[in-house]
C-alpha cells in the first residue's frame, strides 16, 4: 500500500512472470501540493533485460518529471530507451486545481477511471512501444471528480468488471485485494497493477 503525504490512496501489486528475481514492469509514483505524476512501465519480454528497459524509462521520467509537458517527458523516456529492449508506457499527470488529468500511452497498458457522473473512462493508448526511434506521441485530457478511483495495470493481469471494482465500495486495499484474487499464483507473464483513489 503506498500513501503519499498529500493524500492519494494507491495499492500497488506486483508478481514476476514463474516468480523470477527480474521484473520487466517497474512504477513510478510522484506527488506535490499541485498534483500527481503516475507511470507503469512494461519492458518487452520478461527477465533481466526488459526490467533494464523498464528501469530506463522510470529513471527518464524521475529526471524529467518537472517538464510541464507530458509528451517532452515521454519523448525522453523514448530516448532512454535507444538500444534497449523497447517498452510499453502509461503515464499520467494530475492536476488538483483544474481536476484535469492528461494521459499519454503507447503500448497495451489499460488505464481506467471513474469520470464526472461515474461514466467509465478509458483512454485508448497509441500501437507500437518506447524503442528509441522518433514517434509521434499523443496526449489525452479528461476532467475527473476529486475521490475518483483509478486502476491501471501491464497486460499481465486479464481482468472482467472493470467497472464492478472501481465502483466497489470499502477502501483501497481491499478493492486491490479483490482485484489481487484474479491473479495466478504462478504468473505467465509479468503482472503489475495500481489501483486507488485521487485526492478528494
Known sequence: MWQSDVDTE?????????????????????????????????????????????????????????????????????????????AAIAVWR?????????????????????GEDDKLVYPISSTGFLSGRKQKIRTQEFSYRPGSTFLMHSDGLTLAGVKKHLHARGSIETIGHNIESN??????????????????
Open 10 to 86: 494507491v495499492y500497488i501489486f506486483q508478481r514476476a512472470k514463474h516468480l523470477q528475481q527480474h521484473c520487466g514492469d517497474q512504477i513510478f509514483i510522484e506527488e506535490s501540493a499541485s498534483g500527481i505524476l503516475c507511470a507503469l512501465v512494461d519492458g518487452l519480454g520478461s527477465g533481466k533485460e526488459a526490467e533494464k528497459a523498464a528501469k530506463a524509462v522510470t529513471e527518464a521520467i524521475d529526471a524529467n518529471s518537472s517538464l510541464k509537458s507530458l509528451a517532452d517527458i515521454v519523448a525522453r523516456s523514448n530516448e532512454a530507451v535507444a538500444g534497449l529492449r523497447g
Open 94 to 114: 494530475a492536476d488538483w486545481a483544474k481536476q484535469k488529468l492528461t494521459y499519454c500511452g503507447i503500448g497495451n497498458i489499460r488505464f481506467y477511471m471513474l
Open 183 to 200: 491473479v495466478a499464483d504462478v504468473p505467465e507473464d509479468d503482472v503489475t497493477f495500481l489501483v486507488g483513489r485521487m485526492k478528494s
